[in-house]
């Protein structure tokens, strides 16, 4: 028997072999008969002398030139520490957990309040992602209310770069934002050629559901391709709202939206850094909520998980959200439910874990249940080991009937392969009593605020004076 089938890798599929070749068929079709919408000049004269039908700022792209785009794309991206040293590789079905980006409001551990989302947050938000080890990158959290909306972008990005040397995915404003931070992050990197072996940034994009590509976009994804720095095309079609109620046409728009900006991109220059998703998810026709909660979210995320492994492609995910208001038992189940599906499905770079409130609030307190669910889940990932060693026929022979295996070599060498929780208590009544009887809500502030006390690594006092001048010329 081979060898790889003794080490098997659980695996979730929502589609089967027909469905992804007909959810396929129908993406090509889509953008060859409806097209995306798209005014940039430039984009406009690069995909009419590829191949494209362009008519006004309608843009049709023939099934060929899709799968010629598919063929040139890389299907691995590898990301980096501040250092330069490669930590994130997004390839096949392996999973990179990170939280999430562009919050208004924030949940302070010490009292519970909620308020605006400031530069400080940032700060704290980064350490703790910098401490927690189930966090493989990080993103930049929140809007911060209390700077000028106009460096906001890049003041935040810095603040995350200074407290964490995690990976990055980041937004911004235009396209004078992204070459100030292009420029900040050359600096950290220390060269371009460092940058370039494995960048610490990485842009996401939004397309306009259903189907736009506004100029702005265009632009960075222009620049993106030019410079190497990896970008995600993460369109957000909400079935029933701005894409199709049925899950499978709201899969087949996002899908359309990503691989339209992967075309794109391709042209600009081949084999350029790119990551595909879409956040397909629901309208609760109840409240409009566009739900990071829904199981239909899970579901639908799954299968363009699937259409990724299909078009061999790194893949952009979601999991470890919620609608609750508070990291409560809601917020926990729809964790739990959304970070099991996304790491069995085989999603690359998962992201929003920690986020409550339907996209719009930053939990510390959240973000540190989170990781503790991600632990737990990587635990199953590793499946069952099948061996002589760890069948233990021998020692099962050696111990008989009625014996025990406390003092067996066997349970000292495997018994550190069991999971043991930080945060989740399994004491007997009794000694949980004698330990104060803390409830779960209070392990967990205490555990964030712990976590909270970490020193990151500091930025060389250099380059935070030549970021603090840089600074100056922001507009």
Known sequence: MDDLDLNFKPRLNVLNAGQIERIHRATLDLLERTGVRMSHPKALEILTGAGAQVDKDRVRIPAWVVEDA??????????????GE???VLEGDRNWFGPNIDCMDYLVPFTGARRRFTLEDCRTTATILDA??????????GLADDVPAE??????LREALTYSDKPLVFCCNDIHSLKDIYEMVLLIAGSE???????AVVLLIDPISPLVHPDDSVEKMIFCAEKGIPQICFGAPQAGSTGPA???GNIVQGSAESLSGLVFVQLIREGAPFIYGAFTTVMDMRTTIFSYGAPEMTLMTTAMAQMAQFYNVPFFGTAGCSDAKLPDSQAAAEATYSCYASALSGANLIHDCGLLDHGSLVSPTFMVLVNEVIDMVRQFLHGVQVTDETLALDVIDQVGPGGHFVEEDHTLKHFRN???????DRSVYDVWLEQGGRRFEERLRERTLKVMEHEPLQLPPDVVKELDRMKQHWK
């Open 70 to 83: 598919l063929r040139k794309t890389s299907p691995r991206v590898a990301l980096g520490r501040r250092s």
């Open 151 to 156: 460096l906001a972008d890049r003041l935040v």
């Open 193 to 199: 050629s460092r940058f370039l072996a494995a960048p």
């Open 132 to 141: 927690l080890p189930n966090y493989d990158w990080g993103m930049t959290f």
């Open 418 to 424: 069991v999971w043991y929780p930080k945060l989740f």
């Open 86 to 88: 490669c930590c994130v």
């Open 246 to 248: 049925s899950f499978a």
